[in-house]
């Protein structure tokens, strides 16, 4: 009976109803998102049959007992999804073992609905690229999509459906170690990057057995918790939220991602869980998001310890009221959701249209047709770690490592050279992975000094001290290592599992120990080239003093060591920039460039009253978008297509750039306004364009960028959207401290 059904449901879920008009419209590419908002004649018939009870199995996902990503664990999954009280499963994976629970679900059921499959797929599944601060270093949107494509043939070819990606919280406070995982302080850049990867991640069809629903997190403002540390509180004006911390989710939702994440802050004193000023009114109201939201792990139970639920049975009504479609892993709702819809307290619309969300994407991601679509051995076996997934990952490492840097043009350094290698991290290829690794193995990969025993003539490695352990009993082997070799390269930074969840500090410096071996082997006076191995911003500016060059390599991934040692040695050149502040200090937290400029901004050296420090000057150690290769650029005035523009027209700005060194080089051309006079303040710099460009020795190029209303809009003082008229200044550079400006003017 109920696999007749299933088939009858399945020959009309051959029939898409196509588009159902809802707002998701990709900014760019229309066609992308074709599929992303179809809705399925099976998701109505299947509702109408539906008992209370296997709607809010719908509702509910437990991890399994394979990987855990949080406090606790459900006994029993497996009973669940039998009893149909589960529907959807975490960090279950492999086509074997997916298949295994798919089987279950379909064959075992009533209904038959298949499961869906989520997993952490934050940056790669088995090929690891680099960690999210530093695949945003690139600048290169269309390797970032490249990159969450591979991670998507990876895990789709693994039995996975659904990603918790892209992670879309800008940060400003590098004490928390959730920094490694977003795209770093900037709203343009972090949208850039938000959109490349759903597009990367959903492909331009989700029914495509490739390709895997993308998860918009955690909505919202997860990334400023007071004193940056994990899942404290968040309060912000909503004029500030709206402006500096909404467009990368926005941005995700518009490129058509399927589901959302709440986050496990408050906001507005209202845990995110149940705060349908976010869930509903403006994700779904304001940005016609059709998709479903999960809660993030036991962030509904987490509403007790908030104080704003006395029990689960409460913190489920009000999450699910709120718009919070999915419980995952706390239980409530599987719990005590059917008592509250027979009280009333949660209507039969409500839970309706959060199971019928459910079900669209399952339907989306073709389930329906052919639940074991994802769960074939030969393909997860054929797409694991090709050849193409590793040279993606390499050249995404290359493209995400920051030449901070590079005294006396000290690198590249001469292929076949002797160096010593110094550091505790030079030899571990396990923190090469960073934090979520996803399936990554260490198996294989390769250290930064395999890399670079690759490349030189001859290598002595020593660590020369512990990661943090104070003992300095290596350091005079470390200190006679680099006098023998001439050229030194020391590997330091912090372990992996310094950043990521629940890894936050209140120091961003080196552990001690690392900063003096540094001074060591720098007091001996062999040049030293510094690779850093770290998950945020850290103040290093003392070691930036010491060494002669200094490389962030963050945590490069899978291919990391050989990637590293190439541009080291001059196989491929540095690109990266920085897509977040460096400080000089931890006290200038929180610092970013989207600054506002004050009452009394800083403008005379000893002026008393201005907005400075006694102790420290107000620019950070390297500003956000800083970036060194092995040649150098200059830049021409920019040019404009006219010095004013109205509603709905437009102006095109021009600079030439020239490569003025003797190697070939990348430059990251970054496009920055200035809204002079506004009704409310302005930041005294917004990036609103880049592109990244390869100029060869004496090469110049003009880049072109087009300046329309939407560039100047921002929350205004009546908290509608839009330009205001007035005098903009536009500036054109290497990187955010940039100077030279023309002004244009916007007319109403
Ligand atoms: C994290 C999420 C993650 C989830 C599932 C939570 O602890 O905050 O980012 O997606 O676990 O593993």
Redesign the pocket.
Known sequence: MKKIFLFLLATMLLTSCGGNGAAVKPADDPARAANFNKTYPIVDSLLKVMTLEEKIGQLVLY?SDWDV??PSIREGYIEDIRSGKCGNI??AYTAAYTRKLQEIAVNETRLGIPLLFGY?VIHGFRTIFPINLGISSSWDPGLIEESACVAAREAAAAGLHWT?SP?CDICVEPRWGRISEGAGEDAFLGSAVSRAMVYGYQGADLEDPFTIAACV??FAAYGAPHAGRDYNTVDMSERWLREFYLPPYKAAVEAGAQTV?AS?NEYDGTPATANAHLLTEILRDEWGFDGFVVS??TGVMEMINHGTSADLADASVKALNAGNDMD?QSGGYSEFLKKAVEEGKVSRKILDEAVRRVLTVKARLGLFSDPFKYCSEEREEAETKTEENLHTALVLAQESCVLLKNHNNILPLSKNSPVAVIGPLANSADDLLGTWRGAGQVEGVKSILDGIKEMAGSVVYTPGCDVEKESQALFSHAEYAARSAGTVIMVLGEPCDWTG?AASRTSIRLPEVQTELLKEIAGTGVPVVLVLLNGRPLDISEESELADAVLEAWYPGTMGGEAVARLLFGEASPSGRLSVTFPRNIGQIPIYYWAKNTGRPYVDIGAKYESRYLDCPNEPLYPFGYGLTYTTFSYGKPVLSSDSFGPGGSITAKATVTNTGSREGCEVIQLYLRDMLGSVTRPVKMLRGFQRVLLAPGESTEVEFTITQEELSFWRKDMTYGPEAGEFRLFIGGDSSCEDYVTFTYND
């Open positions: 991890t990503t949080g975490f960090n952490d918790y992670m997190k955690h994440m496990f993030d792990y995952m969840e």
